[in-house]
């Protein structure tokens, strides 16, 4: 098993800044890559970012593309979420997320998640 846990959500104006942290922990030599969903209120679940373990690949959905930054510290076994020049429709609950295998684009290779983190972004 992969114990995931995020911190670093928060309340913040649009145009500012906030980043998330996932740090892992259990069974983290199997996991394949890490990935951060979100999900606002009456929308579906999305991809946000998506890394593999090695840092090898990145995947971003368009709307952040620009502005957010998946990266990992395999050292700390820990992923960050920067997000740069936020608007209020990043507002959303984010969710650290692992897979085990499967593509790192798929939300459906995602197994295990963490208790997710509230973003609310004012204008």
């Known amino acids: 098993q992969v114990q995931l846990g995020e911190s670093g959500g928060g309340l913040v104006q649009a145009g500012g800044s906030l980043r998330l942290s996932c740090a892992a922990s259990?069974?983290?030599?199997?996991?394949?890559?890490m990935g951060w969903f979100r999900q606002a209120p009456g929308k579906e679940q999305e991809l946000v970012a998506g890394?593999?373990?090695?840092?090898?690949?990145?995947y971003y959905v368009d709307s952040v593309k620009g502005r957010f930054t998946i990266s990992k510290d395999n050292a700390k076994n820990t992923m960050y979420l920067q997000m740069n020049s936020l608007k209020p429709e990043d507002t959303a609950v984010y969710h650290c997320a692992a897979a085990k295998g499967g593509y790192f684009r798929n939300p459906s290779s995602y197994a295990y998640w963490g208790q997710g983190t509230q973003v609310t972004v004012s204008s």
């Open positions: 259990g069974r983290t030599f199997s996991i394949y890559a």
């Open positions: 890394i593999t373990w090695n840092s090898d690949s990145t």
